[in-house]
Every structure is written in C-alpha cells, then in structure tokens.
C-alpha cells in the first residue's frame, strides 16, 4: 500500500552523498600498502567512508519502504530483506564472476538492481 510518495531529493542527496565517499575510497585505494598503513588516518577515513556510504544506502531502502509500503520504523539489518521480499531489489542483478571494485565499469549503476514496475503507485 501506497502511503506517501517518495522524496526524490532525499534519494538524491543520499546518492550524491554515496558518490561522494565512494570517491574518497577510490582516492586511498590509489595508496601503495605502505602509503596507507603509514599514517592511521587513512584505516578511519576508510571506515567512515564506507560506513557513511552503506548508512546512506540504507537510508535510501528504508525510505522506500516506508513511502512506499508503510513501515514505521526499521532496522538496517531488516531493510536488504525486506526490499528482496517485496522484489524492489532483483537479487538476480548482482554481479557474479566480474570485477566488483568501485573504479571498475563492469559494475552496474544503482538503478539495475530495481526491478521494472517493483515501486508500487
């Protein structure tokens, strides 16, 4: 059941956010090992970085559930599972065998993984 739609800006923000961390990981992964177990700093941007990106991703899928389906509160633990469940995100659009890592073109954009006609309204 539809209950509000959704934010687009707040999805975007989110993304543009992701994009941002994204861009901050890419940038240490350039370091050779030493470079970055040289200075601590970059192990804690690493970390931030990436969980910064996942809480923002998750923020995104719970939006949607809660515009689109009603839930009240969630926990991000619930979010991949309840997102799977109502078939919003194909587990079929994973990459599997390619390379995954975050400069690598092969891996898809954001909006494969929603399946065609999933988003009620």
Request: aromatic fraction near 8%.
């Amino acid at each position: 059941m539809v209950t509000s739609k959704l934010h687009v800006d707040k999805i975007e923000r989110n993304l543009s956010l992701m994009q941002e961390f994204l861009l901050g990981l890419r940038e240490l992964s350039r370091m050779t090992r030493e470079e970055f177990l040289s200075d601590k700093r970059n192990s804690a941007a690493a970390e931030s970085y990436l969980r910064r990106s996942l809480e923002a991703l998750f923020d995104i899928g719970r939006h949607i559930l809660a515009k689109s389906y009603g839930f009240k509160e969630l926990e991000y633990k619930k979010v991949a599972a309840e997102l799977g469940q109502r078939g919003v995100v194909a587990a079929s659009s994973m990459p599997t065998g390619t390379n995954t890592s975050i400069s690598s073109p092969a891996w898809p954009s954001p909006a494969s993984f929603l399946r065609p006609g999933a988003m009620p309204g």
